[in-house]
């Protein structure tokens, strides 16, 4: 088991999972998931993990926030997210555990920024798009159960899977549609997820986006009701309490990392944003 550690938080590979598998190959396990299951320390994989709930209760803690488990969801899971979770007994639940490499040939059918999915990872399914889901992850399952699996074929279905969670997605979070009628907010979202730990200021990405900073707000206060500014602070915070929860750095250690030149200056900027210091904060969980 090539297990290994990011601070305090263990990070566990695909490896640990083959025991239990239902079926798989070298890139992709399938594993069901029936009754009564806990996982109290939070962890970390390196993988992708996708997992269809038929049915279920208890609650999913993914990056410190809890989510209810319910019926017909699907929850998604991208490499270096933290999470544990309680499931109660009488659920039932399919889960895909898939390596980068082969995540990369369907990625792009998750039609947004990968951050979108990390702030929306429960997305309730309609019966309909439960019933393709289910299908499409029983094909896989059955494939991966062949001696000769096709991965051409496995890559496909993943990418089907792919479509149908974007397509419910947009159609339940209003930033979804945004992004998708706006393509420039869209980049914007994508250019934050690519600097947000070295530019803080809304004019840089407005010059990469071939606009002006006064216009890019504009744009984010007319669609998204918040400011240019209140994005780029939203995925710092985001980071910021990963890396407290996940790590053992020091404050001003983070504080460096995400950017900030002096942790004084990164301590009030938290607090501003969650209520509590980030030492009182890693101290909640």
Known sequence: ??????????????????????????????????????????????????????????FHNI???????????VHVLFPGQMHKWSIRAGTVGYQLMIEKSFFEHFAPYFRFSFTNYQNHPVIQLTDNAFQLLLYEFHAIKNELKKENSLAQLISARAAVIATIVSREAENIFTEFKVYQSNPRLAKFNMLIDEFFKEQKYVSFYAEKLHISANYLNILCKKHLKVSATHLIQIRLCTEAKRLLHSTTLSVKEISFQLGFVDHAYFSNFFKSKTGMSPTSFRKKR
Do not use: T
């Open 63 to 73: 990056d410190s926030i809890d989510y209810p488990i319910g019926n017909h969801e």
């Open 1 to 58: 088991m090539q297990n290994h550690k990011e601070g305090s938080i263990p990070i566990i590979n695909i490896e640990a999972f083959r025991k239990g598998q239902s079926a798989g190959r070298d890139e992709i396990l399938f594993n069901e998931l029936y009754g009564e299951r806990h996982i109290e320390k939070p962890h970390k994989h390196d993988f992708f993990i996708i997992i269809l709930f038929e049915q279920g209760q208890g």
